[in-house]
C-alpha cells in the first residue's frame, strides 16, 4: 500500500487504524517484468488498432449480403423495365365476358380496339385474351368490311394492325377489308398514337363509376407506347 495513503488514514482517525491493518495484512500483487508486452504481442494489430472478430463480419457472411443486395437491385431493375400497363392488363383480361367483349355498357364497342390494342402491345398479356378479343372485332366486322360507321371503322381498323403485328393470324384478312372499306368511303385512317390520343381523351371524360373493363381498355390504352 502506498505510504503517504497510509499516512492519510492514520491521521484521519475515526477508526481507519483498522482498514489500515487490513489492507496491510491482504496479499500484494507482483506482476513481472515485461508481463504487459507479452499481452500485448497476443493482440491481433491491424492499422495501429486492435482488430476484433466477429462472426458477423465473416467472409461468408459478408458474401451472403453482397449476393442479397445484388439480388435486390436485380429486382428492382425487372420491375423498372416492366410495361407499365403489364399488373393491369391481367385485370383487364380478368374482365373479358364469355363473347371475348370487355364491357356490358353501350359504349362497349367503342372500347373494343382500345382492349386490342393494350393486349396486342403488351408482351406479357395472355394471349387467349388477345385471340378473343380479336374474335370479337371479326365477328362484329359487316359485309362491307366496316363496322357501321366511320369512327367505329377506323378505330377498329387501327386496332386488328396492331393485333396482326403481335402475330395474332386470323386479324390479317379483317384489317385487310377494313382497310378496304375505309379507302372505298374516304374515311382516313388512324394511327396507333392517334388511337392512344382518343383514348386519353375518352380517359379524361370518363365516368369512373363505369364497369372495371371499360375502365381499364381506355386508361390501359391511353399510357401505351
Known amino acids: 500500500m502506498n505510504a503517504d495513503l497510509e499516512r492519510d488514514l492514520l491521521e484521519a482517525g475515526d477508526g481507519l487504524g483498522d482498514v489500515v491493518a487490513a489492507l496491510r495484512r491482504a496479499p500484494q500483487a507482483h506482476v513481472a517484468p515485461g508481463f504487459a508486452a507479452r499481452v500485448r504481442s497476443h493482440l491481433p494489430h491491424k492499422g495501429g488498432f486492435v482488430r476484433v472478430r466477429s462472426r458477423w463480419l465473416s467472409p461468408s457472411v459478408l458474401l451472403a449480403v453482397a449476393a442479397s443486395l445484388v439480388c435486390a437491385f436485380v429486382f428492382v431493375v425487372f420491375l423498372v423495365n416492366q410495361p407499365a400497363t403489364s399488373l393491369p392488363v391481367v385485370r383487364l383480361a380478368s374482365c373479358q365476358r364469355t363473347d371475348g367483349s370487355f364491357s356490358s355498357s353501350s359504349a362497349a364497342p367503342y372500347v373494343q380496339a382500345f382492349a386490342v390494342t393494350v393486349l396486342a402491345k403488351d408482351p406479357s398479356a395472355d394471349r387467349a385474351a388477345l385471340d378473343r378479343a380479336v374474335d370479337t372485332l371479326v365477328r362484329s366486322q359487316d359485309a362491307d368490311g366496316g363496322w357501321g360507321n366511320a369512327a367505329l371503322s377506323a378505330r377498329n381498323v387501327t ?41 386519353k381523351d375518352a380517359f379524361a371524360r370518363l365516368d369512373k363509376s363505369c364497369d372495371a373493363g371499360l375502365v381499364y381498355s381506355v386508361s390501359l390504352a391511353s399510357r401505351c407506347n
Open 159 to 199: 386496332a386488328l394492325a396492331q393485333a396482326e403485328a403481335a402475330g395474332v393470324a386470323r386479324a390479317r384478312a379483317s384489317h385487310r377489308r377494313g382497310l378496304r372499306y375505309l379507302r372505298m368511303h374516304g374515311i382516313g385512317e388512324l394511327s396507333a398514337s392517334d388511337l392512344v390520343r382518343e383514348a
